[in-house]
DNA sequence: CGGTTTTTTGATCTCTATCAACTATTGTGG
DNA sequence: CCACAATAGTTGATAGAGATCAAAAAACCG
């Protein structure tokens, strides 16, 4: 199964007819963009909406004196910013983490399908909404969780999204964030966090070697990071899968 | 000028039609909740779309073990997520900060209105869109920013988009949060947000008494908090007033 | 294989949490 | 309008999580 139609479909049941309107968006434009290099910046007015197909990327956010702050990671199958077209200024820049290749969708393309296609809107929507529910989670883990458990619900999200799109193992799946990356994203420095991540090893939950996850204890491991999986939205067949 | 109007019309210009349609949303039954109330938890299903028409409301999430973290603030006409008909599960709760009043608007009857008038369907996606760069801001604040940071930035936070609103005064406001709910946002403990608080006042920045807040010094706390506005999407002229 | 990137370690410092009062302010019923 | 209760703000002492700095070891890559 591919992860784009998943990744709709994950939200809507389509008919064949609906599911061949999504296939067509593989026929917009393919960019490729090296690993590590800024996609769009701060303060940059897109005008296509971007459709991941392939690779990892992140949205980040940084001050004036460097600190950097990612705010959430793309995958397969994802949308950067489906109101895009509606704004004029980027409030945060996105970078690619491996290297990706993603669709460039004329605006008009994704109206049209809208349009026609009320399920497909709906499923755009819900994209968005899942997003949304995404930063708010995100927010609670940085103001509420501390180092040990945001780590482990962070690697839980990755392993959950991975497993909704089809692209994860039973008990492991791809990671290819650095021991700084997952700092940016945690909010800790990269020391704290190399000591933080082998506290998780140490403890039998979760092990990361050459940019592979492996969830050593699912049980703790949700326990400890308090991961409650309602927020991403995953359909009940699906989240029966995790047991 | 009414907070309702100018949320909408802050993102398009609306002709006379447009705006009697958006005041329209006025005759929708109005729901009174004291303060301090929890209006909608996690894990509900919302059924219809709120807009805030008075009093102040937050969003928040909160931990198996009590901590709390508040993820957003919502002000007079502001809508509790516009894309809620589509979801079955609230991913975080809502309560009352301060006595509100909120239009309940059924789902249908936002759908008609942004059938009708794709300006203002275009100004709801907008406004969602804001809500999301705010989230994504927040994410910064707790990450990066140390608690004076923070606090600096919430402050402005609200002073901006009550000022965007018409709500402020010219470098004071309404800021009905306790120093819990304050810490409750910017993820720290109400202890260390009072001795916090009190660094800023010393500072010489900012002021809050009796559910008012102060600018003292608007430009060095824009420098302290790294604040940039454009987050916001704040028009030009709006964002010129600042000055 | 040599150079770069990533991970790891140790020592020390600082910011924020915790706990436990205590004071001030606000609100309510008599 | 006062009295008292409840809420909100403040203080001090101490503990702990995470930051910082500097450098070494390991992994990766062309």
Redesign the pocket.
Known sequence: MNPLVSAIERHVELSPKEREAVESLREAPLVRVPA?QTTLSEGDNPRVVRLLSQGWAYRFKDLPDGRRQIVGLLLPGDFFDLGVRLVDEMDHSIAALTPIAYHAIPPETIDRLAREYPRIADAFARHEHVSTSIHREWLLNLGRR???E?LAHLFLEIFMRLRASGSARERECDCPL???DL?DAT????????????ELRREGLVE????RLFIRDYDRLTQVAMFNPNYLQIGRETRHLAQ
Do not use: D, E, P
């Open positions: 590590r501390n180092a040990f945001r650095t021991q700084n700092a909010g800790v420095t990269s020391v704290h966090l190399n000591r933080t991540m082998q990361l070697k050459s940019k």
